[in-house]
């Protein structure tokens, strides 16, 4: 978060995707970073229900326990990136600059 906090950008975290979701009453991130790993929802399983919902975020999906079908599942489902950690500072920069275009 500190990399994105210095990068000019209005960072909010999250402890769950359920705490997310009950934040989205509040307005709609421009972008998105979710772990593939969450407890009780997984970064996918956050991207099916958003798309379920007709809600579009703009999402890049980060995981340190990349399997296989993995990056095709999250890229199949909408993600705009899919990053394997440890995350370079210049990749995830591009990524997000990659998925606000994409959102306008």
């Known amino acids: 978060m500190r990399l994105l906090e210095t990068s000019y950008c209005d ?3 999250f402890q769950s995707a359920r705490e997310l979701l009950s ?3 509040d307005g709609l991130p421009e972008c998105m970073i979710v772990d593939l790993q969450m407890p009780n929802m997984t970064g996918l399983e956050l991207q099916h ?8 975020i703009p999402t890049i999906v980060i995981t340190a326990h990349d399997e296989p079908g993995s990056r095709e599942r999250c890229l199949a489902a909408g993600a705009a990136a899919y990053l394997l950690k440890p995350i370079r500072k210049a990749a995830l920069l591009s990524a997000i600059d990659k998925a606000m275009e994409t959102s306008t």
């Open 11 to 13: 960072v909010r975290g």
């Open 49 to 56: 229900h958003l798309a379920r919902t007709g809600i579009k």
């Open 23 to 25: 934040s989205l009453s």
